[in-house]
Each structure stands twice: as C-alpha cells, then as structure tokens.
C-alpha cells in the first residue's frame, strides 16, 4: 500500500509568517503570457534502479507578495533504451530582481540542449566512469550556458548580474548496469545522501582559483549533432565569416563537480537554497525527511510534495528539489 501523504505543514518552533497555500497571482502582460510561471511545477520517472521524483515550489513570501517562482526546473531523457540519459537541471534567479524567473529558466534550456547535444558521449563517459573527460566537459558546456544568459542580458538592457542563475544539475544513465551518478554545477544549494537513515552533506567543496574552462567552438545549429565533449578546438576559420568575439569572462561562482557511486537503499538529494538551507540550519527538518524518505521505496508524486513543501519559520524561499532512490 502507498504510503499516505504527509500531514504536517510545518516544523520548528512555531508555524511560519505567510499563508500555507498559494494567495497572489504574480502581474500578467497579455503579450507575454508564455513568460509566466506556475507556481508548483512535479515530476517523476523510473529507469534502471533508480526512481527519480523532482519538484519545484513557489516560496512563501512570493506567494504572499504576488511574485513569479524564480527557481526553475527542467526534466528530460536524451536516447533510448539502455543508452538513455536523464538530465536534472535546477537554477535559481538572482534575488530581486524582476526578470530572475526567465534568466533561471533560460539557464536550464541552455544546459539542456548542450547536454542533449552531447547526450551520447557523456553516457559513455559515465559508464567508463571517465571523471576528468566528464570534468572538463560538463565545465565548458556549463561556462557556454552561462555565457549565452549573459549574451541575453546585453541583449535586454540588463547588467549580468541581474539577469544570471545559479545551475546544478544531475546526470542519470538509464543503464540498469551503471550505478554512477553525476552532479555538476554553479552556484549555491545542497547536494546530500541520505544512507543508513543519516543525512550526509556530500556538496563538493569548489576549487577557489580554479581556472575557467578552456573556450569551444560556437555552439552548433539546431541540426547539427556532432557536437561532443572532446570538441575543444573551434572549425578553421571562414575567411569570408568575422573573426569571433573573445570568450566571455568566466563565471562568478566556481564550477562544482562530483561524480558518486549509488549503494541500495541510497536516496540523493538536489536541491537549491530554499531547501538545502533549512534542511542544514532546522534538526525537525532533517529528521523529519529522514524517517519519510529512508528505505528502497520512493514515495510516490503526492508525498513527495507534501514533504518537501513542510515549512520552517524563516525560510520563505522557493523550494526545487530532485530526490532519487536506489533499488
């Protein structure tokens, strides 16, 4: 029998400031309805051994000031079969300011289709467990994305630190015979295993001073498939085509990696801040996750949000977070 959705609505010391459920819409403009954002985005999938469930929640303060959720989410396979890979990607929009939403939104298109890309060499990378090779090329085709939301925020008038994303992100190869999981990323939030029923924060420490990724080749049509991690060098040039404009400047938060080896009975939590900094700074909150999320069984799309939009006083920022259980 499924178990039943969680009851609680908060933890800690008393309940929170806003309202548990979502109040104000945020402004709508009749030409830009396509810009809007649902305040409550959840999905899921099963390959191989493990169970994927992600989510991503609108805070308590937006809700309550009518703003839009700037975490966003992304959910996709790349391939089929045995040689399928599942992209997790999260972003988190620089706090207030008015178009965070879509630059954290951007963020994941842009790293999705890179990764899509590049979707069979990185799932023979993660088979031959090739941690350098996946290293450096995850860091380039992450510093492209980023440098694309930058190029969009020249193009909209805006400064690049306000229109930018913090990025992290989960690879997950369908094989039922890999148990190697990738996490790649830039910015703040949590990475934690839950093992044996005790959370481990496992967030890799990132290399301070640690130099950009060596600059690519433009990013290739929408055709074009022969892009792959190895391609460090950019075509020779057309003499007829401009020289390319310098590469842009390397990211502002250094780039975070690390590669894990799944046990049974494993659950692996990606979250961003809104999530990560309660679950480290409330003991009720861990311990709670603890008992609802340990054992083989994922739970199932209604649980899984009614626990992880359990409250803490304090924390009003929007929650996403993708969890998988190892079978």
Request: proline share 12%; aromatic share 6%.
């Amino acid at each position: 029998m499924p178990e039943p959705a969680s009851a609680l609505d908060f933890v800690g010391s008393g309940p929170p400031t806003y309202d548990p459920e979502p109040t104000a819409l945020p402004d709508a403009e009749p030409e830009e309805l396509g810009e809007l954002v649902a305040d409550t985005v959840l999905d899921g999938a099963r390959y191989g051994t493990w169970t994927l469930r992600s989510v991503s929640l609108r805070g308590d303060s937006a809700r309550y000031r009518g703003e839009p959720r700037r975490d966003a989410l992304l959910t996709a396979r790349f391939g089929t079969g045995e040689h399928a890979l599942v992209l997790v990607a999260t972003a988190t929009g620089a706090r207030a300011t008015p178009e965070a939403h879509l630059a954290a939104a951007e963020a994941c298109r842009w790293i999705g289709r890179a990764v899509g890309r590049s979707h069979r060499r990185l799932a023979e990378d993660i088979r031959a467990t090739r941690r350098a090779d996946l290293k450096a090329g995850l860091h380039r085709l992450t510093d492209r994305s980023l440098g694309r939301l930058r190029a969009s925020a020249a193009e909209r008038g805006a400064r690049p630190e306000e229109y930018t994303a913090a990025l992290r992100c989960l690879l997950l190869p369908a094989d039922p015979h890999c148990r190697t999981r990738v996490f790649f990323g830039v910015g703040g939030g949590g990475l934690f295993l839950l093992r044996d029923g005790i959370w481990r924060d496992i967030e890799p420490r990132a290399a301070q001073g640690e130099p950009p990724a060596p600059p690519t080749a433009p990013e290739p049509a929408e055709d074009d498939d022969r892009l792959t991690l190895d391609l460090g060098l950019p075509a020779p040039p057309d003499p007829y085509e401009p020289l390319p404009a310098p590469p842009p400047p390397p990211a502002p938060d250094p780039f975070r990696f690390q590669v894990s080896l799944a046990r049974p009975g494993d659950a692996l939590l990606m979250c961003t801040p809104g999530l990560a900094e309660p679950l480290r700074g409330e003991p009720a909150l861990s311990a709670y996750l603890s008992r609802r999320w340990s054992g083989r069984r994922a739970p199932g799309l209604a649980a899984f949000l009614a626990d992880a939009r359990v409250r803490v006083k304090g924390y009003a920022d929007d929650r996403t977070a993708a969890a998988l259980w190892e079978a």
